[in-house]
């Protein structure tokens, strides 16, 4: 592999993308609304011409959503022309899961979620693999595939996601025919909305949010915002969404105190906006589902036995890393190297994987453990600074010792309005710490916004297209 000093173009790239890619999402192309078809980036996808850097080898990425796609795109715009880049991806169209929870009030189409790996191949020149890892061969540097082919590598970048355990008495089956989590967006996510079309005024939901981390923090409390919603205005004032968070209330006298992501926002949410509809309950244990007649149990936190019987039940299991159960192949290859074995662990400079013999291997996205939250905005920042750790490393250099990460997250609340999240993330004393001010005022905490509005609703869309727009466009 040739060394070669980074040429200045690189170097100006890396100096926006160490400002927290902050400026790499700015919405500069005309994206579409995303809504009716297919995700339209409005831009070309004419071949881009990447810098010539010196920098050659065999750059393997598995998984093309948030992560994946993220990674293979800047391995190239860094990297240069002179890598060969592959991904590894099963799915032809990748759903996206932000914006999904609008499927379920209806304000918004699966089809209108759908993003393709067509530009990646058209313009970045990857070549796009369509099969799942089944193993790895960490001392030859090699995978396997499910069509039976090998793949070598000189690095890998595994972007797989997660995996939802059998939880609650219930088993992969019942989440797709009967008790959908919907937490990948696809099919489960249209079942859940056609059971929600059906409920009587009157009737009863019940949604479950397991313990922290799961994906996507403020997602859960968002769908019950949303569900809420939904009912009340086109069922009537009758209906109930019961909330069972696993999460155990900080403040043992404000129950909302276990809410994961925008507190504020969501206790005004549940306490005013949809006060009489949502009931939260925090710090429940032992939940049992049964997914015929839809009665859930449980142990409330004051250690009450209870029993709800619901006409929807959408479970939230517990999840892992793709690939981290008991013979899996992320497992086999002894990279779901958590404590609990069901993430992967990785030095946060540059998402290498610590486990033993891992030398080469990344991972991104909400498989891996690094202190950043699991989210779609933070899948697309670990991927970049992946991405510059790799060019780096492949130039002889080594990663950039103070990385930062931005993350911005809109949440609706009804159909027309929304609150935001932002936070701003610095290494700092070997982790990611939420900088002063989480970068936009006083104080080391992720800020939220001071209001929910129909402006926060609009700019939600924008900063959707935007980030959509840096992965797959
Ligand atoms: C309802 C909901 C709402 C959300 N809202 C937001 C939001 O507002 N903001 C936000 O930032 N995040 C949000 N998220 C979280 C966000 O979607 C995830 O954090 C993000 O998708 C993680 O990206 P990823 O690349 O790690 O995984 P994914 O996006 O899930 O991509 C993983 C890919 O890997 C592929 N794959 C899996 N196994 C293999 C294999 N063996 N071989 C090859 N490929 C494989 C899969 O097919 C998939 O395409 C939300 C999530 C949900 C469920």
Known sequence: ???????????????????????????????????????????????????????????????????????????????????TITLVEPATTYV???????????????????????????????????????GIDKTARMITLSDGSQLLYDRLVLAPGVEFEDAYGLTQVDYETRTPHAWRAGTQTQLLSDQLATMPNGSTFVMTIPKAPYRCPPGPYERACLVADYLKTSKGTGSKVIVLDENLPTDPVNPYSAIQAEAHTFTQAFSVIHAGVVDYQPGVTG???????????????????????????????????????????????????STNGKWAV??????????????????????SQCGLPKAGHIANQEAKICADAIVRLLG????????????????????????????????????????????VTTGAKPVESDSISTKNFQQMNTWFNTLMGDSFA
């Open 396 to 439: 002889g250099q080594q990663p950039d010792p103070a990385p930062v990460a931005n993350s911005a997250c809109y949440s609706p609340i009804t159909a027309t309005t929304a609150s935001w999240l932002t936070a701003v993330y610095q290494y700092e004393g070997g982790a990611f710490k939420v900088a002063n001010g989480g970068g």
């Open 346 to 367: 990785v030095n946060m400079l540059s998402f290498e994987s610590t486990a033993a013999g891992a030398t080469g291997i990344h991972v991104i996205g909400d498989a």
């Open 96 to 134: 996206s899961n932000i914006m999904s929870n609008l499927v379920l009030n209806g304000s918004r189409t699966l089809a209108s979620l759908g993003y393709t790996h067509g530009n990646l191949s058209s313009k970045y020149s990857v070549n796009i693999v369509r099969a799942s890892v089944t």
């Open 1 to 83: 592999m040739t060394q070669q000093y980074m040429p200045l173009a690189r170097r100006r790239w890396l100096m926006l993308a160490g400002a927290s890619s902050i400026t790499a999402l700015l919405p500069t192309l005309g994206w579409t609304d995303g809504e009716g078809d297919e995700y339209d980036s409005g831009s070309s996808t004419t071949a881009i011409s990447p810098a010539t850097t010196g920098l050659t080898g065999k750059m393997v990425v598995v998984g093309g959503g948030m992560a994946g796609v993220t990674a293979a795109k800047y391995l190239r715009l860094w990297g240069g022309s002179g890598l």
């Open 287 to 337: 939940i049992q589902i049964d997914p015929a007649t839809k009665v859930v149990s449980y142990t409330d936190r004051m250690g009450v036995a209870r029993t709800v019987s619901a006409q929807v039940v959408n479970p939230i299991p517990p999840h892992r890393a793709a690939g981290s159960r008991a013979g899996g192949w992320l497992s086999q290859a002894g990279l779901a190297n």
